[in-house]
């Protein structure tokens, strides 16, 4: 586990915010996986990406639930601004 992912389960967050402007998400997704694998934590990354890049994710929830924990919601889909909603329970 890496000092992130400790210090923030040592501090038993509830919920987590992260406001970002990066080309590439996969370590905000490691690190979401595994706050949303300790059941205690609810975390959210709001990504000003780039549309030109298929990979890029503009909002990545993380939650704790026993389906889809990590949901990723790629720029090329959505027309800035946006709102998007999210479930934090299995429906």
Request: charged share 20%.
């Amino acid at each position: 586990m890496d000092d992130t992912s400790r210090i923030l389960q040592d501090l038993q967050v509830s919920l987590t915010l992260v406001p970002a402007w990066s080309p590439k998400t996969e370590l905000f997704e490691a690190i979401l996986q595994k706050l949303s694998s300790f059941g205690q934590s609810v975390a959210v990354v709001a990504n000003l990406a780039d549309a030109q890049n298929p990979e890029a994710a503009a909002a990545i929830v993380a939650r704790p639930t026993r389906f889809e924990g990590v949901r990723r919601i790629f720029r090329h889909r959505i027309t800035p601004p946006a709102l998007l909603v999210f479930s934090l329970v299995d429906c």
